[in-house]
C-alpha cells in the first residue's frame, strides 16, 4: 500500500517521480495479499511465492 501511495503523488520520495501505471500496479499486488485466504495453505503459499517473485523482478529491472 506505501508504494502505491508513493507512486501515486499521496506520499512524497524526492527521488521517485509520479507514476499512475506503478501507483496502479502496487495497488493491485497489495489487493491480491490482502485478499488471499489462508484457510487453503497451499494455494495461499503458492500465491505469495509468486506476488514475491513479481516484485523481486521489478527490483532487477529497475537496476537495468
Request: aromatic share 8%; proline share 0%; hydrophobic share 45%.
Given at each position: 500500500v506505501e508504494l502505491?501511495e508513493?507512486?501515486?503523488?499521496?506520499?512524497?520520495?524526492?527521488?521517485?517521480?509520479?507514476?499512475?501505471?506503478?501507483?496502479n500496479?502496487?495497488a493491485q499486488?497489495?489487493?491480491?495479499?490482502?485478499?488471499?485466504h489462508?484457510g487453503?495453505?497451499?494455494?495461499?503459499?503458492?500465491?505469495l511465492?509468486?506476488l514475491?517473485?513479481?516484485?523481486?523482478l521489478?527490483?532487477?529491472?529497475?537496476?537495468?
Amino acid at each position: 500500500v506505501e508504494l502505491s501511495e508513493v507512486f501515486g503523488g499521496i506520499k512524497a520520495l524526492s527521488r521517485v517521480k509520479k507514476s499512475e501505471n506503478l501507483k496502479n500496479w502496487f495497488a493491485q499486488i497489495a489487493h491480491e495479499i490482502t485478499s488471499i485466504h489462508y484457510g487453503n495453505s497451499v494455494v495461499a503459499g503458492r500465491t505469495l511465492t509468486q506476488l514475491v517473485q513479481v516484485v523481486n523482478l521489478i527490483g532487477y529491472i529497475s537496476l537495468i
